[in-house]
């Protein structure tokens, strides 16, 4: 059984579940001008820190196209359906996963689009997820550029737990813990389970995997499967 891999992707995640109190830290502080220049998002992957992110900038662009009572992204949305094309000039996502590792050509392109205005002169977020497993010289280079954010840029950087990461960047960020209890893990999971219907084949009440790990080792398992 072949599983949609689009259910991996946080990015085309229209409804944000559990993480209510991180989601409404972030507009609050936004709201009142004091959103910091760098934000470090840490914790275990798979807790939907990058949906989170991704649903704090829609409702930043595009409120009109946002459920905020519900979190949910309206699929009608120009700027949701912009950036999921890459082509939305506010924001920028870099991945640091195999096969494509961030490389310090990677953040020299970074530098190069801040040094230009944004558009509408609104907010630009630069987002670097699994920001831990950059190379020391590469983390050194990022360090460099968020030491003087200049204006409009805010940088978002997701530290997944997998390796330390240097005190250095740290230590430059506002740092938010990102932590589920298992009541909402489950019922995360379980709501997962129910949108998408899945075939579950992996024991996720019995283990601590976070949602995001569950989609990833069920579709594995279930792709694995041979019929």
Known sequence: MKINEEILDPSK???LKGLDNYFNELISLYNNNNLPKVTLLSGKKGTGKLTLINH???YCFDKDFYD???KSIKSNSNIFNKRLNNIFPNVMIVKNEWPNKVKIDDIRIVKQILLKSTFDDKPRFI???DVELMSNNCANALLKIIEEPSKNNFF??????QAKLLETIASRCLV???FINNTERIKII???I???KLEVVVDYLNSDLTPGSFLKYNSISLNSQIT
Do not use: P
């Not at 978002?156 to 737990?161: E, G, K, M, R, Y």
């Open 13 to 15: 995640t229209l409804t």
């Open 56 to 58: 704090f900038i829609q």
């Open 68 to 70: 905020l009572e519900n």
């Open 127 to 129: 987002i670097f997820d």
């Open 156 to 161: 978002v950087l997701i530290d997944n737990n």
């Open 176 to 178: 938010s813990k990102v």
């Open 190 to 192: 379980e709501y997962l």
């Open 194 to 196: 129910n949108f998408y």
